[in-house]
């Protein structure tokens, strides 16, 4: 089994207690996942770069663009935020990008892995061209914009797919990820688990991440 990486998702945390959440679970954390919506690729806002100025953290971060059409200045806005944080990946959605090889040079021209999202509609042969440049894919298992959905199980086929097509890729699933169904994810071949409520509404944080990898532990 790989080793499975845990990349809990602000986007449920208290907001006006951001920082000590984080502090919670980041040393139990691979990835820090900061959710960013523009209320036009999805019908939900979120403060823009300006939101990793409110808080710091060790934890390298997932930066998860579901915005329409970013442009170059815009994913620099990210990158320039925060000098204390550290990126991991920029994640963009080939829905949302005309030019997408484009933007994932970007991405990548500035040291930072580039990543690539597709929705729980979208077909895996939309992002094939890619995939020998990009450093992870996201198959989305909701229909982004919300937490707190459940969890599509459908979208396992394209995890299957991919991981034969890419035996040493990062596989990462986002939306309605919990102890009962990351099981599924990691059998079918996703290593990276997003989970934000389930985390973060619950009164014990790190026992759900605990429980979420011991459930992974005992049924794959
Ligand atoms: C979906 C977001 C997810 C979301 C996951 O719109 O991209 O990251 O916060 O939330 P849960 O884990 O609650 O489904």
Do not use: W
């Given at each position: 089994m790989?080793k ?11 907001q ?10 980041e040393?139990?954390s ?9 209320n036009k690729f999805?019908?939900?806002?979120t403060p823009q770069a300006?939101?990793?100025k409110?808080?710091?953290?060790k ?17 620099m806005?990210?990158?320039d ?12 959605h ?10 994932l040079?970007?991405i ?12 729980p ?9 890619v ?26 086929d ?6 034969k097509l ?5 596989i ?7 102890d009962?169904t990351?099981?599924i ?7 990276v688990?997003?989970?934000s409520?389930?985390i973060f ?8 991440i605990?429980k979420?990898l ?7």
């Amino acid at each position: 089994m790989p080793k499975i990486k845990i990349a809990p998702s602000i986007l449920s945390a208290n907001q006006d207690k951001l920082q000590e959440e984080i502090n919670e679970i980041e040393d139990y954390s691979d990835l820090l996942q900061v959710d960013v919506m523009d209320n036009k690729f999805v019908p939900n806002i979120t403060p823009q770069a300006e939101l990793l100025k409110k808080f710091d953290t060790k934890v390298p971060l997932d930066i998860h663009l579901m915005v329409k059409e970013p442009s170059d200045d815009y994913i620099m806005s990210f990158i320039d935020a925060n000098s204390k944080l550290k990126i991991n990946n920029i994640t963009v959605h080939q829905e949302a990008c005309p030019n997408l090889k484009k933007t994932l040079k970007f991405i990548k021209n500035n040291d930072i892995k580039a990543s690539v999202a597709i929705n729980p509609k979208t077909p895996l042969n939309k992002i094939k061209e890619v995939l020998d440049y990009v450093d992870m894919v996201l198959i989305m298992t909701v229909v982004p914009g919300f937490s707190g959905q459940k969890f599509i199980e459908d979208c396992m086929d394209k995890v299957k797919e991919l991981r034969k097509l890419k035996p040493n890729l990062e596989i990462e699933v986002d939306g309605g990820v919990n102890d009962k169904t990351a099981p599924i994810a990691v059998k079918a071949g996703a290593n990276v688990l997003v989970v934000s409520s389930f985390i973060f509404k619950a009164e014990d944080k790190v026992g759900a991440i605990n429980k979420i990898l011991e459930s992974v532990k005992q049924n794959i």
